[in-house]
Every structure is written in structure tokens, then in C-alpha cells.
Antibody, heavy 122, light 110 residues
Framework: QVQLVESGGGVVQPGRSLRLSCVASGFTFGGYGMHWVRQAPGKGLEWVAVLSHDGSEIYYADSVRGRFTISRDKSKNTLYLQMNSLRIEDTAVYYC???????????????WGQGTLVTVSS | NFMLTQPHSVSESPGKTVTISCTRS????????VQWYQQRPGSSPTIVIFEDVQRPSGVPDRFSGSIDSSSNSASLTISGLKTEDEADYYC?????????FGGGTKLTVL
């Protein structure tokens, strides 16, 4: 069955960096687009970034563009989110999520990980 | 970019039917599919409706989705409410480069 396991969260000071990882299993990782979605404490869901199955398309939310970088290592079945210049408002649970379309882009998410909490605080 | 607006909360009794709306601010609701996600407290979201009206396997047929072009909105209807349906529900759609979530609706079954 599909499993997505995030890690790398923690407490970090404003302006510092953090890298999140998401290990995927149960499906052909290289055939699907992958996303990061975040949820601030007590708030709603916010889409962060997408990486297409072949790496040809990468898009970011306006709130993180220029600071965050999404990438993947197909040999390790792992999705990454490099977060630089972190701000207090980046505090959230970060989920990785899978696109349901093989070698396509559906615009939505069929499986989600359990999330990893990032707290930006001085 | 467009926005999706949902009611902040709804409540209904067990066995009854509830409908949650999701209104698109600009552009046609029919131009891109709408999805609905359920998030129970302390858990990750799970999809309950995709492509406006489709139900993933394992989701009870008590859950249904629809769109209404006249009001530029989508709706999630849950019939025969059960206490286990108590959760936050989010609508979601997209355009060429963005994925957009509604603000979420807290469903209370009391």
C-alpha cells in the first residue's frame, strides 16, 4: 500500500534553514508528481509546491517562492523540501502528498503522509 | 489567483443530511475539477470526493459531490450522518500552476 513518511521537522530560528524529507513506498515513485502542503497550527491547508514526475515542471506558492526548493531523488524514493530564510509564519505541519495520475498532473492529491512539524521561533 | 470560500462551521444531528458549500471567487467552477478532503482531529487529510463527483473506493456512498455553475460553487453532501463524520472538510481546486484550498468547514454531529 502507498506510504509517505515525512521527517526533518523541528525548531529553528528565523532566517535559518531546514530540509524536510518524504520517503515513499508502495508505488512507482518516479512515475508520479509530488507535492508539499502545509497547515499552520489551528489553521487550514495551504499548498506549497509541486514537482512533476519527470522534473520538467516545478511550481511554488507565492508565499514561499524564492525561499523553498522542492526536489526528489528517485534512487532513494525520497522527496525533499529545502527551506531557507525561514519566517515565523512558516510554522506549520508539512505534509507530502502524491498526485494520482501516472505521468500526468491531476491538480489534486490522493495520498498524504502523516506530516512533520516545523516551528520557527527565536 | 482565485479563492474558494466555505462556511466556517456547520452542525447537524445524527441520521440527518448536511451540505457544505464551496464558492469560487473568479473563473468558472466548472473549469477545473473540485475535490473534497476530510481531516479528523490529529490526522492527515483523506480524499472523499475527486473530480467534482467521484468517490474513491472505500468512501461510503453517503458522501456525494456536485457543482452548480449558476452559483459558481461546489457542494459536499453527507447523508445519514454518523458521529464519525465529525471532522474538518476542505474543498480544493486548481489552475495551471496553483492548487487552492478552501478555508475549511468544521462539521459537528450532535
Amino acid at each position: 500500500q502507498v506510504q509517505l513518511v515525512e521527517s526533518g521537522g523541528g525548531v529553528v530560528q528565523p532566517g535559518r534553514s531546514l530540509r524536510l524529507s518524504c520517503v515513499a513506498s508502495g508505488f512507482t515513485f518516479g512515475g508520479y508528481g509530488m507535492h508539499w502542503v502545509r497547515q499552520a497550527p489551528g489553521k487550514g491547508l495551504e499548498w506549497v509546491a509541486v514537482l512533476s514526475h519527470d522534473g520538467s515542471e516545478i511550481y511554488y506558492a507565492d508565499s514561499v517562492r524564492g525561499r523553498f526548493t522542492i526536489s526528489r531523488d528517485k534512487s532513494k524514493n525520497t522527496l525533499y523540501l529545502q527551506m531557507n530564510s525561514l519566517r515565523i509564519e512558516d510554522t506549520a505541519v508539512y505534509y507530502c502528498a502524491k498526485d494520482p495520475w501516472l505521468r500526468g498532473s491531476s491538480g489534486y492529491f490522493d495520498y498524504w503522509g502523516q506530516g512533520t512539524l516545523v516551528t520557527v521561533s527565536s | 489567483n482565485f479563492m474558494l470560500t466555505q462556511p466556517h462551521s456547520v452542525s447537524e444531528s445524527p441520521g440527518k443530511t448536511v451540505t457544505i458549500s464551496c464558492t469560487r471567487s473568479s473563473g468558472s467552477i466548472a473549469s477545473n475539477y473540485v475535490q473534497w478532503y476530510q481531516q479528523r482531529p490529529g490526522s492527515s487529510p483523506t480524499i472523499v470526493i475527486f473530480e467534482d463527483v467521484q468517490r474513491p473506493s472505500g468512501v461510503p456512498d453517503r458522501f456525494s459531490g456536485s457543482i452548480d455553475s449558476s452559483s459558481n460553487s461546489a457542494s459536499l453532501t453527507i447523508s445519514g450522518l454518523k458521529t464519525e463524520d465529525e471532522a474538518d472538510y476542505y474543498c480544493q481546486s486548481y489552475d495551471s500552476h496553483n492548487r487552492v484550498f478552501g478555508g475549511g468547514t468544521k462539521l459537528t454531529v450532535l
